[in-house]
């Protein structure tokens, strides 16, 4: 089945160590997107590519990165993580949404645990 | 600026009665779509329904029904003959014809009594 597959599922590092996270998606959607969710709220949008063009949200902070090297893959790179980046982190993906009902396909997200 | 107001941060129904989550919003545009998502606990979120604005038939999908009352800014799933796997977070979400990103409500979390 097409999806959106993120990596890992739980990741622990350490404060300050920087660590990066994955997504793959099988649907060939052009645009990809990461979230940040913490716990019982609404995702917050950190970024998302419009196929290569990064449109990153004015209130992210430097301290996230992304990259999108091919139309399936997309990375979430935090430099130095702190406790306040604890959380889980979404990926989720769609077609060119201008104009149409697309929806946002979604993963399963990584639980980000800061040591 | 669009937003997007839950104003339920909680609610409960018995297994096979129906329920209505709430949702408004607000915005200036002529062209847009609304969304409700449900996210299971530690499971991944998935669509449960969308609403085109120009559409005035309210969208259905099987158990899943909205009330959309464009004048009113209003945006309501009603969730019928309610199952123990309805049991989730309901986000309403809301986006622009001319714009990629979603703006989500606070969400709701929906129990369901056996």
């Known amino acids: 089945d097409a999806m959106v597959i993120q990596n890992p599922r739980y990741q622990v590092t350490q404060f300050g160590k920087p660590v990066t996270l994955s997504c793959s998606q099988t649907l060939n959607h052009n645009v990809m997107y990461w979230y940040q969710q913490k716990s019982s709220q609404a995702p917050k949008l950190l970024f998302h590519y419009y196929d290569k063009d990064f449109n990153n949200e004015a209130d992210t902070p430097d301290n996230f990165q992304s990259r999108r090297p091919n139309t399936s893959f997309c990375f979430l790179d935090i430099r130095s993580p702190g406790l306040g980046d604890a959380a889980m982190y979404l990926c989720a993906t769609s077609r060119d949404p201008q104009g149409s009902n697309q929806p946002q396909h979604f993963g399963d997200g990584t639980r980000l645990s800061i040591l | 600026a669009q937003t997007v107001t839950q104003s339920q941060p909680e609610m409960s129904v018995q297994e096979a009665e129906t329920v209505t989550l709430s949702c408004t919003y607000d915005t200036s545009e002529s062209d847009y779509y609304l969304f409700w998502y449900k996210q299971p606990p530690s499971r991944q979120m998935i669509l449960v329904i969308r609403?085109?604005?120009?559409?005035?038939q309210n969208a259905t999908e099987n158990r899943f029904s909205v009330n959309f009352q464009k004048a009113a800014k209003s945006f309501s799933l009603k969730i019928s003959d309610s199952q123990l796997g309805d049991a989730a977070m309901y986000f309403c979400a809301y986006r622009t014809g001319a714009n990629s990103k979603l703006t989500f409500g606070k969400g709701i979390t929906l129990s369901v009594r056996p």
């Open positions: 609403q085109e604005a120009y559409k005035q």
